[in-house]
């Protein structure tokens, strides 16, 4: 059974910083992408950053230069480093993985930027 288990959400105010993390299980590193997406109130869901399997790593435009995304495999985790955060980077993020054509998502971390 895959599990994306998401945490290191929270408050922070404008201009500060946050790492998710996304605690992977049951499924390979080999051959699987991972992303970040995130859900805010009465917007739909955007891409925030992916990776793929060969560890090509692509952005949204409104996040670029701010986050990054990686991975350990050493610790099945998969990270979003922000930085610079602003009040339009609220939402809850969700850890995304995918395999073929088949679609892994998390429970979601809620990340809140204040003035």
């Known amino acids: 059974q895959v599990q994306l288990v998401e945490s290191g959400g929270g408050l922070v105010q404008a201009g500060g910083s946050l790492r998710l993390s996304c605690a992977v299980s049951g499924i390979t590193s080999t051959g699987t992408g991972f992303g970040w997406y995130r859900q805010a109130p009465g917007k739909q869901r955007e891409l925030v950053a992916v990776r793929n399997s060969d560890g090509f790593t692509n952005y949204a435009d409104s996040v670029k230069g701010r986050f990054t995304i990686s991975r350990d495999n050493s610790k099945n985790t998969v990270y979003l480093q922000m930085n610079s955060l602003k009040p339009d980077d609220t939402a809850v993020y969700l850890c995304?993985?995918?395999?073929?054509?088949?679609?892994?998502w998390g429970q979601g971390t809620q990340v809140t930027v204040s003035l």
């Open positions: 995304w993985a995918y395999r073929g054509l088949t679609n892994y």
